[in-house]
């Protein structure tokens, strides 16, 4: 005997477990839900298979044979751990259906998910929130792998994204605007200053960053043609990061001049940590907008956008 290209059906296990504990073929059978005969083919089967007999048919009861005593003792531990498989995999699968995934670009992750997410849950209370933080592309990647249901990120209603492009249902929260800023003097002046004649040094976003691809479309006519009194900007592009923080630290450092969203640098504004480098016809306003999948997801996820469809459409954003 020999098993050969034959597969394995894991009835022959559950056959040949129950028949060791009843030894006897009728009462096995009866509690298998099968016929005798088919029950004594599954086990004929299995020994075909493990190449060994593995019951003791003239013995009475019916005995395992001392292969079939050893055989006993591991298939009694395999489906002990199949079980307990099946009930940890299940587990999972409930607690990740009762929860919500979200993917979230660096900079809405420290300023406008926290407190959107707190509100959130005021409505809604949901087993686990996981949250995904990276670039752009990184975070749209995920979407495309179905690994999030959600994902925040800043937009333009003139640059359409990937999402966009590939038809994301898409809903805007929220409003915000790139400035420039700059460190600040004694004088309270900017050390860096859009209206200068002097070479300003440029801290910008790599392709990697929604806000990359944003202000290297609305800026380019300002920055790299004329400024507002229609002489060339005398501008140097001395560091880029896809990272609106890090930018945000290199301004403050005294390194250049960076285009941040409000959100994450009104408190610096305020301390006179930074100042603005140009007035408001430098600024660019920016949409904070939630994608979410194409497809059906979990019924909580279908909730919370049900709602969040329905705030929107009665909200007017500034």
């Excluded at 009728?26 to 839900?33: D, E, G, P, V």
């Excluded at 004594?40 to 089967?45: A, E, G, K, M, T």
């Excluded at 504004?269 to 999948?293: C, F």
Aim: glycine share 4%.
């Amino acid at each position: 005997m020999g098993p050969g290209n034959r597969p394995l059906d894991l009835d022959w296990l559950e056959d040949f477990a129950v028949l060791c504990e009843t030894e006897n073929f009728s009462r096995a059978a009866a509690i298998r839900c099968i016929a005798q005969p088919a029950l004594s083919r599954h086990i004929r089967s299995l020994e075909e298979w493990v190449g060994v007999e593995l019951i003791d048919r003239a013995a009475h009861p019916v005995q395992p044979t001392a292969a079939g005593a050893a055989f006993k003792t591991q298939v009694e531990t395999i489906l002990a751990a199949l079980e307990a498989s099946r009930i940890k995999a299940r587990a999972a699968h409930d607690a990740e259906s009762a929860s919500l995934r979200f993917a979230v670009t660096h900079s809405l992750s420290l300023t406008f998910f926290p407190s959107w997410l707190a509100s959130l849950e005021n409505t809604y209370r949901f087993s686990a929130i996981q949250t995904f933080s990276d670039t752009f592309q990184a975070c749209a990647e995920m979407m495309s792998m179905r690994k999030v249901q959600f994902m925040l990120s800043y937009g333009h209603p003139d640059i359409p994204s990937r999402l966009d492009q590939e038809n994301y249902p898409v809903l805007t929260l929220g409003r915000d605007r790139l400035v420039p800023i700059s460190a600040i003097k004694q004088d309270q002046t900017p050390q860096y200053s859009l209206d200068s004649t002097s070479v300003i040094p440029l801290l910008e976003y790599n392709q990697s960053s929604a806000l990359g691809l944003i202000a290297g479309t609305k800026l380019k006519p300002l920055i790299y043609d004329q400024n507002q009194s229609g002489k060339q900007l005398n501008i140097s592009v001395v560091f880029s990061a896809h990272n609106a923080m890090l930018l945000k630290t290199m301004a403050m450092s005294g390194r250049g001049v960076a285009w941040i969203p409000a959100y994450l640098i009104q408190q610096e504004l305020d301390n006179k940590e930074l100042v603005l480098a140009g007035g408001v016809q430098w600024q660019i306003p920016i949409d904070i907008k939630l994608y979410r999948q194409k497809a059906q997801m979990s019924q909580p996820a279908e909730s919370v956008w049900k709602m969040l469809t329905e705030v929107s459409a009665t909200t007017k954003h500034p």
